[in-house]
């Protein structure tokens, strides 16, 4: 098994703002990416393990997304962008879009897995909160193509 490369420094940027905005667009774009995969598995009716593997990886996605939305918050707070500049506006739409998914996200897993067993009204709640997460993953699914569309 090859051995895993050393992580490289990261170069200084003149654009630290724009490249969180960058690195977020991309953690968004791989977190759609895990969740159509595993829609993708569900149609072909994919077996357990495979199954269970393709969410492993969507929940990768989402820490990978939670902490890029948390790192762009971060930066920006710290070095603003221009207010004239139209990508400024964009990074912030996705920004806010992802804090958004990744808070409905975790509602709908606290949701689904709080017991083994679901009353009608717990299932009825789980299915709302499974509503909002799509909801606002096309959310974050639109805001990627605004931020792209420069």
Excluded at 4 to 15: E, F, L, N, Q, V
Excluded at 16 to 42: F, N, S, T
Excluded at 104 to 114: E, G, W
Aim: proline share 3%; net charge neutral; with cysteine.
């Amino acid at each position: 098994m090859p051995s895993k490369p050393a992580p490289r420094a990261s170069k200084p940027s003149a654009h630290p703002v724009k490249d969180a905005g960058d690195a977020l667009y991309r953690a968004a774009q791989e977190c759609c990416h895990q969740h159509e995969r595993i829609g993708a598995l569900l149609k072909v009716g994919a077996d357990d393990q495979e199954f269970e593997a393709a969410w492993a990886m969507a929940d990768l996605a989402e820490s990978q997304l939670a902490a890029r939305t948390g790192a762009y918050e971060e930066i920006a707070a710290a070095g603003r962008g221009t207010e004239a500049e139209d990508w400024w506006h964009r990074a912030n739409a996705l920004w806010m879009a992802c804090r958004e998914y990744a808070r409905r996200y975790a509602a709908s897993a606290d949701a689904a897995s709080r017991r083994k067993r679901h009353t009608a009204a717990q299932l009825g709640e789980i299915a709302v909160e499974y509503e909002l997460e799509v909801s606002a993953r096309l959310a974050v699914k639109q805001a990627m193509k605004v931020y792209a569309s420069a």
